[in-house]
């Protein structure tokens, strides 16, 4: 609903508001949020990217971090002298990345039930016949036998051990009823 005219009051100065403050809060609150945890809590806001990171032993340019030796000037190599090593403060940072890095991945990648349980029922009753397999009314997406067999081949490759039991299960199986 809109409001009456005339009754909007104007929009005064705030002498009290400390706009310094105000401003520096705003740039926080806008900075983008750090991913990595570790980083993100011996983060410094006071400081710089870079001196945030040189403190953290990280490098901000890489080029500067690992930097090429030019092959040029070889006579001059006694007046080169080295840069002072910029002072670790928080290596708890740079040890906790690097055993998170070591640990090993996670395998992300699985088959879904449904496709296991189709397998299953195509190598329980047809064996290795992928004609028999293509024309079972159980295929319902119509899969040629090369398609079952690739699937075939899938399930093996991401479960061995549980394809070897039960390929062993179907032996004691057909021992069971011979």
């Known amino acids: ?18 706009r310094k403050r105000l401003n520096r809060n705003a740039r ?9 945890s570790h ?12 001196q945030n990171l040189a403190e ?8 500067k971090a690992v930097p090429l030796r030019k092959r ?3 006579a001059m190599e006694v007046d080169v002298e080295e840069r002072p090593k910029e002072l670790v403060r928080k290596p708890y940072v740079l040890n906790d990345l690097e055993a998170e ?14 496709l296991i349980d189709y397998v299953h029922y195509m190598v329980e009753n047809h064996g ?3 004609k028999a397999m293509a024309r079972d009314e159980k295929n319902y997406y119509q899969d ?35």
């Open 72 to 74: 040029k000037v070889k």
């Open 28 to 36: 926080r609150k806008a900075a983008p949020r750090i991913e990595c």
């Open 128 to 130: 290795e016949d992928y």
């Open 1 to 18: 609903m809109p409001k009456a005219k005339g009754k909007t009051r104007r929009q005064k100065f705030g002498y009290n508001v400390n």
């Open 144 to 178: 040629t036998p090369k398609q079952i067999r690739n699937k075939i081949n899938v399930y093996k490759r991401f479960y061995p051990a549980e394809w070897q039991t039960f390929i062993d299960s179907l032996q004691k199986i057909k021992m069971e009823v011979e």
């Open 101 to 114: 890095a070591s640990l090993p991945e996670k395998k992300g990648n699985t088959l879904s039930r449904d």
């Open 56 to 63: 953290m032993g990280l490098a901000m340019d890489p080029n």
């Open 39 to 50: 980083i993100r809590h011996a983060w410094d806001h006071a400081k710089s990217v870079r």
